[in-house]
């Protein structure tokens, strides 16, 4: 079946360094590709998604690019800050219809001041 | 943004009762979705629900669950009768299209645990 690996477990950083957070794919389809947050307490927020092959999402200055040929969709930010100390999912959907979303384990990202 | 509300946020109940989770999903959604969460583990998808319809289930959807939506009110999970395994976050989602490379809006999930 689809899956999603998330290398990193958790993560900490400072403010203003850098953020990755590995993802990979395993899917039978073509999927299309997102990136969740989710803060304490609350549900999993849409960060953006790629649906396909090179398209890169953004948003909040987090980008990512679908890159097929890695199967990879890495979450990267140039500068964090305290405010972005949160769970990161990387998530998989089949484009054609609306199916559950498939979740990576996500990636506890904390920054200190 | 769009709201997904969930109640309660919280239930505690004894091995064997019935619970139904409530999920208020964003008003002008028509696709609708469970997943559960145990701690420490990843997000998994339990069913989707269109016009009235299960479209999707997984194999976590055991015969002891099941979903509706009378009326445009609620979207529920029933659970009857719960077992010890059923302890986990339980989370909604909607969606406005039929199309899975659409994002999900998520409630804040209601936490259930069965003694």
């Known amino acids: 079946g689809d899956s999603v690996t998330q290398t990193e477990g958790q993560v900490a950083l400072s403010e203003e360094d850098f953020l990755t957070i590995h993802c990979n794919y395993s899917a039978s389809g073509y999927p299309a590709l997102f990136w969740y947050v989710q803060y304490p307490g609350e549900g999993p927020q849409f960060l953006f998604r790629a649906s396909r092959d090179k398209e890169k999402g953004s948003s909040r200055g987090f980008e990512a690019t679908y890159d097929k040929g890695t199967t990879s969709f890495h979450l990267r930010k140039a500068s964090v800050q305290e405010s972005d100390s949160a769970v990161y999912y990387c998530?998989?959907?089949?484009?054609?219809?609306?199916?559950?979303?498939?979740f990576g384990l996500g990636t506890r990202v904390s920054v200190f001041p | 943004g769009p709201k997904v509300l969930q109640i309660p946020s919280h239930q505690i109940i004894d091995m064997g009762q019935m619970v139904t989770l409530n999920c208020d999903p964003v008003?002008?959604?028509?696709?609708f979705y469970w997943y559960k969460q145990i701690l420490g583990q990843q997000m998994e998808f339990l069913v989707n629900f269109y016009n009235g319809k299960v479209m999707e289930k997984s194999k976590l959807f055991k015969d002891q669950f099941s979903v509706e939506r009378p009326d445009g009110s609620y979207f529920t999970l029933k659970i009857q009768p719960t077992a010890l395994e059923d302890s986990a976050v339980y989370f909604c989602a909607s969606s406005p299209w039929d199309w899975g490379g659409y994002e999900q809006y998520f409630g804040p999930g209601t936490r259930l645990t069965v003694l």
């Open positions: 008003s002008n959604h028509l696709y």
């Open positions: 998530a998989l959907g089949i484009n054609n219809y609306a199916q559950g979303l498939t």
